[in-house]
């Protein structure tokens, strides 16, 4: 155990005159862009800080350097209970100067008890020569841990056994057993979105945690999207915004609103519409309509779609955005509810079922869910309708080369070879080649998650593009996205989801980032 | 600006470059275990003047490798499908007894044994995607169940002895005779590969059962009935198997109770080896036939030689791990390079 480390004895709990970390001049640059650019910022000792920001802004490649995944640009400096970190970071250093991260992905280990879930971050207390694990001070150790957070679990309950939340709260208590159990007296905490896939009414079992772990004297780092947990539990707030600190400090006054114009960097109450889209007349025809559908996160949810008309769905991770295009696609089965399509009620329970119908689904998991890496491009674009190409007791390879061809001329997927695995290509051109598949099948409705997810600047257009010409074609286009400011660029119109019920269903021209913002955290649109 | 888009054009050389050395590497590696067929058969050649390159060993090398061969076939199928198939081998077995019990025992003629024998193959097969499709059994143990009790049926029919009585010259014929001098297994075993190569490179279904091996996630997401194809293709292996048994009882006259575990792993030993031939990295029809001989080759040119009888499970075992190797080893080159 590393005591001997002068600076974990300096301070007293809760005097908070030396940050717990402060970051000093760093930036990080990815392909001669900045992701963070001259970021100062310091987190108090005792305090729960909350880190905000929209995708992109810079908070997860922050939370990276602090964890020594990834290394910050020369100059930049990183100090712990006012100690500089030598460059460059390794993730064992910082788990010796006493930072802990608790990810979405937990990392516990399901088939385990808690007590070993403690021992095998912490350390195994042993005995004997034979270094038999001793099991009695391991379980009274947990013991300790949890009952001084409150926890009222048994540290021999298996971890796979507890709920989503209760998980939560182990893993946040493992990562402060040292400082509970007296080893450190100033720990720092990093969550990264902890609450995100927990339901609502349980929530302020995590914060109760939390408020211990302020008491003890730990440095909390909050990561998350949802500003009216911030409001609740934190002291400051540091805002990121495309790479640099927009602003920092204690919450004092501000609420909900106050926040989300930090994040979004927009004045005045409502600023003006961010895009001017043109909504296509309500005279068209209705496309899709859906009823009351319900599945594990989404509750009760009706929307009605017309022909040619693009809807984006909006919502933070755990929303139900993505549950909700996986039941539209067809790859899950809703609990109850009714889709209508062009009047004819869809049933089966297969993708297959929905895909003879003309409903197409991409989902965000481009590697696993929407390409075949092992086939080429060729028989990527092809796979969907192999019909046109079985002539004469065979495929005929010419006939479907040309008609790939054809796909990546329009879509510009590069480079053009048809023949090349689609393995090698890179994310932008294999999402590309997604869409251009599935456009090929010219879908009534295209259900669409995250289309522009981890592609470069230019590609993002292309499939902007590719995604509006379908529509202006008839096709219906649902978007199902995390990332607010793409919606406002490419949808007609906005529902947001917040946790499974819909808050808001507004065209985008009438609407802005803020409002989106305020929506995604569960206000109401009147 | 000018020096700035020549070093683009210089890279963009670079990468064109790199990308034609991955292309012939590549080509040249999928080419290697056809490179080593011939390089064994030269050095078996030049050691073995007057044996090995003689009529009547030819002639037993195609004929012996048909049994293997339509085994490998048979496992290739589920292989390609994403699944592994352990009870190929004692389908094959229990096939062999079943004809020789059904034709020896009960006078049933040949041409329906054979049919009976081929219909329980794919019973077999329809029980083990069953099993893996419908209850969710991690295929491994559910086809090595099923091979167990398919062990077990073996016992059952023989009583433990051999059966030889009464085996039919027409089944012999088909495991022994000869047409235009080449073994008429040999035959069986060609049409086989092409039936299989058609059905595989041709054909729409042969494309889905491919995806459905490659990436099942996002097969399932495009419209392709992923459980389906699975189903053909353990009832494919399950028929293709008996296909084997039924050769094996023709070309030995007898069916042992024991006859075959000892086929599994060169079959899958020569499908590996064909998944680092030709379409490398993925299993094909074409590879797996150039498998089979690289084994039959090795282990005829090894008996010639004096090779003691412990030898050809080493070599066996030893092709499989080599083979397996190989194609992890240039998969990963090929990556870095790429």
């Known amino acids: 155990m590393d005591l001997a480390h002068p ?20 930036s990080k640059k990815f392909g001669g862009q900045y992701a963070l650019r001259d970021v100062d910022v310091s987190f108090a000792r005792g305090r729960v800080t909350a880190l905000l920001g929209h995708n992109g802004s810079g908070k997860s490649t922050l939370i990276k350097i602090l964890s020594g995944y990834h290394q910050a640009e020369d100059g930049g400096r990183i100090l712990i209970n006012g100690d500089p970190l030598d460059a460059p970071v390794h993730a064992t ?24 879930n403690f021992a095998l971050e912490g350390g195994y207390n042993t005995r004997g020569l034979l270094g038999r694990v001793d099991d009695a001070t391991q379980r009274s150790r947990a013991s300790t841990v949890l009952n001084h957070l409150g926890l009222q679990l048994d540290p021999r309950t298996g971890v796979g056994t507890l709920d989503g939340t209760e998980q939560t709260m ?16 100033s720990l720092t905490l990093v969550l990264d979105e902890p609450t995100a896939t927990l339901p609502h009414s349980q929530v302020h079992r995590v914060f109760a945690v939390l408020d211990t772990a302020r008491r003890l004297g730990a440095t909390i780092i909050y990561v998350t999207h949802r500003l009216d947990e911030v409001t609740q539990l934190a002291d400051d707030v540091v805002v990121l915004r495309d790479g640099a600190v927009a602003e920092a400090g204690s919450l004092a006054k501000r609420d909900v609103a106050t926040l989300a114009r930090a994040v979004t960097g927009m004045s005045g109450t409502d600023a003006a519409p961010l895009v001017a889209a043109v909504p296509p007349p309500s005279t068209r025809p209705l496309r899709l309509e859906v009823r009351g559908l319900c599945g594990d996160v989404v509750e009760d949810v009706s929307l ?88 004469r007791g065979r495929l005929q390879r010419r006939v479907e080369q040309r008609a790939a061809t054809s796909l990546i001329d329009r879509f510009e997927i590069l480079p053009r070879q048809p023949e090349q695995l689609m393995s090698r290509f890179s994310g932008g051109n294999q999402q590309k080649a997604v869409l251009a598949k599935n456009i090929r099948l010219s879908p009534a409705l295209l259900v669409v998650e995250e289309p522009a997810q981890g592609v470069d600047v230019g590609a993002r257009r292309q499939i902007h593009a590719g995604l509006r010409a379908l529509a202006a074609s008839g096709t219906t286009v649902v978007v199902a996205s995390t990332d607010l400011e793409e919606l406002l660029e490419l949808a007609d119109r906005v529902v947001v989801l917040d946790r499974g019920r819909v808050t808001a269903d507004v065209a985008s021209a009438a609407t802005s980032l803020q409002q989106l913002t305020r929506f995604c955290n569960g206000e109401e649109h009147s | 600006m000018t020096s700035e888009s020549s070093t683009v054009v210089a890279v963009e050389g670079v990468a064109l470059r790199r990308q034609r050395l991955v292309t012939a590497t590549t080509g040249a590696t999928s080419y290697a275990v056809v490179a080593f067929l011939v390089g064994l058969c030269v050095v078996f050649a030049v050691a073995l003047p007057g044996r090995f390159l003689t009529g009547q060993n030819i002639q037993a090398v195609l004929g012996d490798q048909a049994v293997p061969g339509i085994l490998a076939l048979a496992v290739m199928l589920p292989l390609i499908a994403g699944k592994f198939d352990l009870s190929a081998a004692a389908t094959l077995g229990f096939t062999s007894v079943f004809v020789a019990w059904a034709t020896g025992v009960h006078q049933l003629s040949t041409p329906a044994a054979i049919v009976l024998a081929v219909l329980i193959g794919a019973v077999v097969g329809l029980a083990n995607s069953f099993v893996v499709e419908g209850v969710g059994v991690n295929a491994f143990i559910a086809t090595l169940g099923m091979g167990t009790i398919l062990a077990g049926g073996n016992l059952l029919l023989t009583q433990g002895t051999i059966l030889f009585k009464g085996v039919p010259l027409d089944l012999k014929n088909l495991g022994q005779g000869r047409l235009l001098g080449v073994p008429a297994p040999f035959y069986v075993f060609l049409i086989c590969a092409l039936v299989l190569w058609y059905a595989i490179e041709m054909t729409p279904a042969g494309r889905r059962l491919r995806a459905t091996g490659l990436a099942r996630d996002a097969a399932r997401l495009t419209g392709v009935r992923t459980s389906r194809f699975v189903t053909i293709a353990f009832v494919g292996a399950g028929a293709l198997a008996a296909l084997a048994g039924v050769l094996q009882t023709g070309r030995t006259g007898s069916a042992p109770p024991d006859v075959g575990p000892s086929f599994l792993l060169p079959a899958y030993a020569a499908a590996f080896l064909g998944a680092a031939t030709i379409r490398r990295g993925s299993f094909n029809v074409w590879g797996t036939v150039v498998g089979t001989f690289v084994l039959g080759v090795g282990l005829n040119g090894l008996s010639l030689l004096g090779a003691p009888f412990w030898v050809p499970p ?25």
């Open chain 1, 93 to 116: 250093a910082v788990h010796e100067r006493g930072l802990r991260f608790v990810h979405q992905d937990l990392a516990l280990l399901l088939g385990m008890s808690i007590a070993d």
């Open chain 1, 170 to 185: 182990v893993a946040i208590a493992r990562a402060l057993q040292d400082q509970v159990l007296g080893l450190r007296t």
């Open chain 1, 304 to 391: 009605s779609m017309r022909r040619g008309e693009i809807c984006g769905v909006a919502g933070f991770m755990g929303s139900g955005i993505g549950e909700l295009a996986r039941i539209l696609g067809g790859d899950r089965r809703g609990r109850s509810g009714t889709i209508t399509l062009d009047g004819e009620v869809v049933t089966g329970k297969h993708p297959w079922d929905f895909l003879r119908r003309g409903i197409c689904y991409i989902s965000a998991d481009r590697r696993r869910e929407s390409c075949v890496t092992g086939m080429s491009l060729r028989e990527n674009l092809t796979l969907g309708d192999l019909r046109p190409f079985w002539r």
């Open chain 1, 7 to 26: 600076d974990h004895a300096v301070s007293a709990p809760g005097h908070a005159s030396v940050p717990g970390v402060e970051v000093l001049g760093v």
């Open chain 2, 314 to 338: 080493v070599f066996s075992g030893i092709a499989l791990i080599a083979a397996v190797s190989f194609s992890v080893v240039v998969e990963r080159r090929s990556r870095s390079v790429g």
